[in-house]
């Protein structure tokens, strides 16, 4: 998720989600494979990936498609995601963390692009996270911030799975210390704390959408400065 300095209280009818904001960094992926200290890690950048095209990303291709008919979800050379992904060995585990990493490659694209709507929102978000999600693009856009640099996702537990497989819920950690938000016309980076303040623990929903039949984002929520994702391994 999109994080740091300032933030953004979104409430919905079901519950109030803080929302951190892009003020001093965020990051997405595009697909690059390595092993990872828990399974596999995939890093995705501007590099061309099975779910986003090389072609580098304006405003215009907020409504380009890659070959699966998503958005292309393709991020600039200088935003890494590093997805340190257990190998689980369970079908709906898989696929629903297979659908995480979109939710956050289509979050980061839409904060590059400036958008706050449209398919690279809709495809990903549903329920009080679509709500969420266009609230916080609202600010970033306001700001006139993007975000540079790495982002790495670690330490994924799964305290509740459905047992029919349409839904579960989804834990990790994120390590912000070298993911920045930056101005989006000067290119000047946001000065930032850090150590324990750039490690960040969530909480997702991911839900099987009867529309599509594919994994989107419904709810998620998170702790700034945790000490127990500082010293989880993974990062």
Same mark, same amino acid.
């Given at each position: 998720?999109?994080?740091?300095?300032? +933030?953004?209280?979104?409430?919905?009818?079901?519950?109030?989600?803080?929302?951190?904001?892009?003020?001093?960094g965020s990051s997405q992926p595009?697909? *690059?494979?390595?092993?990872?200290?828990?399974?596999?890690?995939?890093?995705?950048?501007?590099?061309?990936?099975?779910?986003?095209?090389?072609?580098?990303?304006?405003?215009?291709?907020?409504? $380009?498609?890659?070959? %699966?008919?998503?958005? #292309?979800?393709?991020?600039?050379?200088? !935003?890494?995601?590093?997805?340190?992904?257990?190998?689980?060995?369970?079908?709906?585990? #898989?696929?629903?963390?297979?659908?995480?990493?979109?939710?956050?490659?289509?979050?980061? *694209?839409?904060?590059?692009?400036?958008?706050?709507?449209?398919?690279?929102?809709?495809?990903?978000?549903?329920? #009080?996270?679509?709500?969420?999600?266009?609230?916080?693009?609202s600010y970033m856009q306001g *700001?006139?911030?993007?975000?540079?640099? =790495?982002? &790495?996702?670690? %330490?994924?537990?799964?305290?509740? !799975?459905?047992?029919?497989? *349409?839904?579960?819920?989804?834990?990790?950690?994120?390590?912000?210390?070298?993911?920045?938000?930056?101005? +989006? =016309? =000067?290119?000047?980076?946001?000065?930032?704390?850090?150590?324990? $303040?750039?490690?960040?623990?969530?909480? &997702? #929903?991911?839900?099987?959408?009867?529309?599509?039949? +594919?994994?989107?984002?419904?709810?998620?929520?998170?702790?700034?400065?945790?000490?127990?994702?500082?010293?989880?391994?993974?990062?």
């Amino acid at each position: 998720m999109l994080i740091k300095c300032n +933030r953004v209280l979104m409430v919905t009818a079901a519950a109030a989600v803080v929302l951190p904001v892009a003020a001093c960094g965020s990051s997405q992926p595009a697909a *690059k494979i390595d092993a990872g200290a828990s399974g596999s890690s995939a890093a995705t950048s501007a590099s061309p990936s099975a779910s986003a095209s090389s072609a580098a990303p304006t405003a215009s291709s907020s409504s $380009a498609t890659a070959a %699966n008919g998503l958005p #292309d979800l393709t991020l600039p050379s200088d !935003v890494t995601l590093q997805f340190n992904l257990p190998k689980t060995g369970d079908a709906v585990k #898989d696929a629903a963390l297979q659908g995480l990493v979109q939710v956050e490659q289509a979050q980061f *694209k839409a904060t590059e692009l400036g958008v706050t709507t449209g398919p690279i929102v809709d495809d990903f978000y549903i329920q #009080d996270a679509g709500f969420s999600v266009r609230q916080f693009l609202s600010y970033m856009q306001g *700001k006139g911030e993007t975000v540079t640099g =790495t982002n &790495v996702y670690y %330490n994924w537990k799964f305290p509740e !799975v459905d047992p029919g497989g *349409k839904s579960i819920q989804i834990t990790y950690c994120e390590d912000q210390n070298k993911l920045f938000a930056k101005n +989006r =016309t =000067t290119g000047q980076t946001v000065p930032q704390q850090s150590g324990q $303040a750039q490690f960040y623990s969530y909480k &997702v #929903d991911m839900l099987v959408d009867k529309k599509d039949g +594919r994994w989107k984002a419904a709810y998620y929520a998170w702790k700034e400065g945790d000490a127990a994702c500082q010293a989880a391994e993974g990062h």
